[in-house]
């Protein structure tokens, strides 16, 4: 193996110094290379044949290989293979170097990953050409990379705290009981639901949707949840909470975000609901024989979106057994690979098909029916599911 530091200045200059693995079996060759190259302010590796140039790559994770293609032993196509299929090395860019002029040949390099092919005999300035080419371009897309990976450590952090701000547990006892699904889209996002004890079997119910993703919609979610664990009011009036929240926010009129909610007050001794709606998806209800049915809300405008005249109510008497299904319209939105959503209809099946398992069990059975309708697809919205149940 050769080093060569090269530090002069030789024509044009290379976009970003970067780390070069040459591989040839032919010295007359490797010079022409090291000679086109020097000056540019790259670290030159040199490798005379294919298992020393992995060997060297697995260690020092070169930016770009200049490879022969014809080698005793281990010809470059192998080579190329190998190091495409290693993590650690898959992503720099291959030029190959041949004589082997024919486009078949050139096809079958450019198969198996390669980003170019120089036929020999080597001409200097056309190398350099193509290693400044393609090296802008590969240490451009790692910056991106870097970047991205930056965002996502990020936006998980933020993921993470944010389900800090999720209650920690749900009444799973008494006439009332409660199960819970989250999941955000790319780590962060607007969907907040809450579980708020009123003193014996009496609890508000709150599942919220900000507009957008990400860490506006995560910021104002979180702001959400203060006010309503510091609101000084009666938590057991459904329509005075939205107002409330909808008026802190009105240093923000101008900005383009907006949030749907719904606030529900259950008494489990009384069976009954009162619930205040501000655009939000009703709830399902689940009765007797697997009936399940919409909620019937009077619904009023989005909270932030316009002025906020007046908040209505709906009373609703409850029966024992009757199940409440809240969510926020990622479940409903959720694709699957064709494209096709899943939509309140498959929503509604899923909780009729709940029978009579717990409500930890039914919120798994929902969850498994939504994941397996998506077939892997990552959700493009958050996605909350909140069941209760009156005993």
Known sequence: MLLSDSRGVAGR????????????????????????LDGRGHRLLVAKDGRTALDIARRVRPDLVLL??????????????????????????????SALGEVSDKVAGLSLGAVDYITKPI????????????LTQYLLEREVRRAYEQLDRELAGAAGMQRKLLPRS??????????????????AGGDYFDVLPLGGDRFGVLVLDVSGHG????????????????YPGARDDPAALLRYLHHHFQFMSDAAVYATAIYAVV????RTLTVACAGHPLPLRSRERGRVAPLNCERTTPLLLMDLAAVP???????????????????????????????????GDALAGCGDRTVDAAMAHLVADIESFAEGQEPHDDNTLLLMEVG
Do not use: W
Not at 123 to 134: G, K
Not at 325 to 338: H, K, P, W
């Open 170 to 187: 749900l009444p799973n006892a008494g006439r009332v009981r409660f199960a819970a699904h989250y999941q955000t889209s790319r780590h």
């Open 215 to 230: 860490a506006p919609a995560a910021i104002v979610m979180a702001i959400m949840r203060t006010l309503v664990h510091t």
């Open 123 to 134: 001409q200097p300035e056309e190398v350099l050409a193509r290693v400044d080419a393609h």
């Open 68 to 97: 022969d293609v014809l080698m005793p032993d281990m010809g470059g196509f192998e080579v190329c293979t190998a190091l495409k299929a290693d993590e650690g090395t898959r992503s720099a860019p291959v030029i190959f170097l």
């Open 313 to 347: 109510c709906t009373n609703h008497a409850l029966e024992p057994g009757d199940r409440l299904l809240f969510y926020t319209d990622g479940v409903t939105d959720r694709e699957a690979a064709s494209g096709d959503a899943y939509e309140v209809d498959r929503l």
């Open 267 to 270: 008494d489990g001794a009384a």
């Open 13 to 36: 200059a290379a976009p970003v110094p970067a780390t070069i693995l040459i591989v040839d079996d032919n010295p007359v060759n490797l010079q022409v290379l090291l000679r086109s």
